[in-house]
Antibody, heavy 119, light 107 residues
């Protein structure tokens, strides 16, 4: 069974940092691009960024809203994807989902982890 | 960035009704269009991709038509379990963008 499980969310003050993890099972993680997508409370979906696979040099892409503050990494030996978030702002409050990217569509998604940025 | 505009923002319909949700891209995206269904408190689920391909396991009452800039999600005969919010997403170019969502309520 394909599974993606996010962890690491929580309450953090503005300007703080947080690291999210996404543990993957049920498919060959190292073959795939992986993305992060977020959803602010009561709002729509926003693409955050992408991690390409080893064949594409583990290159990354970011939305303009997070570029320079967020860093995506992966550890193929641990079947895990990470999102390092620095200089957090209140507008980063959201549920963060990891998702497998296949031909630029997302399937499946993890259950999400809530990040709350508030003083 | 490619802007995705969905309409309507919400719709209420009865069981058995035919429901259509439209999605318009600000520039041509070919068939790089996916639809997702999201139920409250749950992660989105892929419903349709490449503008017209039904995801494995997806009910056959869901279909899509369109290419270029205009797309339509069609639910041929609405079922109670279809109550959800639906999002379109373009995969033509980075940054990937979503429509604002259409909330579907069952009368």
């Amino acid at each position: 069974e394909v599974q993606l499980v996010e962890s690491g969310g929580g309450l953090v003050q503005p300007g703080g940092s947080l690291r999210l993890s996404c543990a993957v099972s049920g498919f060959t993680f190292s073959d795939h691009y992986m993305d992060w997508v977020r959803q602010a409370p009561g709002k729509g979906l926003e693409w955050v960024g992408r991690s390409r696979n080893k064949a594409h040099s583990y290159s990354t892409e970011y939305a303009a809203s997070v570029k320079g503050r967020f860093t995506i990494s992966r550890d193929d030996s641990k079947n895990s994807l990470y999102l390092e978030m620095n200089s957090l702002k209140t507008e980063d409050t959201a549920v963060y989902y990891c998702a497998r990217a296949m031909s630029n569509k997302f399937d499946p998604w993890g259950q999400g982890t809530l990040v709350t940025v508030s003083s | 960035d490619i802007q995705m505009t969905q309409s309507p923002s919400s719709v209420s319909a009865s069981v058995g009704d035919r429901v259509t949700i439209t999605c318009r891209a600000s520039q041509a995206i070919g068939t790089w269009l996916a639809w997702y269904q999201q139920k409250p408190g749950k992660a989105p689920q892929l419903l349709i991709y490449a503008a017209s391909s039904l995801q494995s396991g997806g009910p056959s009452r869901f279909s899509d038509s369109g290419s270029g800039t205009d797309f339509t999600l069609i639910i041929s005969s609405l079922q109670p379990e279809d109550s959800a919010t639906y999002y379109c997403q373009q995969g033509k170019s980075l940054p990937f963008t979503f429509g604002q969502g259409t909330r579907l309520e069952i009368k």
